[in-house]
């Protein structure tokens, strides 16, 4: 990688039934003591040229339109639990560990892309949003919250989104992915979301959810998520000579493939990504 950013963190999507549809590569620069790090994503999409029947990881969108939530295969685990949602996958793997009690679910691109995520799964569910504390979450929150609201009126179905108040103290650019705040404990983000919900919701200690919501059936889950069948390494693509360009490519699903396996550290992924050449 270039300019100085790195890989922090890869991010599996899948979709309702846990089939891998791609990853997204967390990329970070230091901007300096004090300051919190640059970020972008990344999205990493199994791809294939059926002409040369060559197929490989590249950086590209694996969702075109109606994008997957992250972390949506967890409600076919429990339908049960509550879902909670906040900015960025980081933090909803963070927000995860401490709240058992909870799905907790974020999108794919950042605070200005809430609106372009397939929320319908939501819809009927008892969902609360927990913004970063800055301006662009706040947006995002309402946003979020209006998107939800307008499925349930499509649907017939009451669908309601609490947002969580953030203290007027609390640091900008907060999230819940960082150090809690000193006097919080786990307890105080549990208390915060219940105050929060916009339905009769009771969440027991440690964690634990008892929900009074009618399941709503999703399409097609039922079957716990897959565990494994992560995609193969693309390295060796990237070093030989069957090269081709963006105009034959299509994604494909890893999941079918039996050549693939997770891609491997971005280094020799990010040498020429962007386009392939014929030789």
Known sequence: ???????????????????????????????????????KPLPLAW???????IKCW?????????????GIEKLAQDLSKPVLVVE???????AQKRLPGYHVLSW??????????????????????????DEAG????????????????????ETKVGIVPLPRDLSEGWDLGDHLPKGWTNDTVVQMIQEAMPVREKILDKGEARSSDESVTLDGVGSK?????????????????ASFENKDLEVSSPETSSSA???????????????????
């Open 261 to 279: 396996k997770s891609p491997k550290k971005l280094s020799p992924l990010m040498r020429k990504q962007e386009k392939f050449e014929k030789r």
């Open 58 to 70: 590249k950086s590209q969108a694996f969702d075109k339109g109606n994008k997957t939530p992250y």
């Open 1 to 39: 990688l270039k300019d100085g950013w790195q890989e922090t963190g890869r991010y599996a999507y899948r979709d309702a039934q846990g089939n891998l549809k791609g990853y997204v590569v967390r990329l970070e620069k230091e901007r300096g003591e004090g300051k919190k790090n640059d970020k």
């Open 138 to 157: 706040h947006k995002a929150a309402q946003e979020f919250q209006k998107v939800i609201s307008q499925l349930g009126a499509e649907k017939n179905i």
């Open 225 to 241: 998520a897959k565990a494994g069948a992560f995609p193969a390494s693309p390295d060796s693509l990237l070093s030989s000579n």
């Open 108 to 133: 794919i691109g950042g605070a200005g892309n809430v609106q372009l995520t397939n929320w319908e799964p939501l819809v009927g569910k008892t969902v609360v949003m927990w913004p970063d504390n």
């Open 47 to 53: 791809c294939e040229n059926k002409k040369l029947g």
């Open 88 to 94: 960025g996958e980081k933090t909803a793997d963070i």
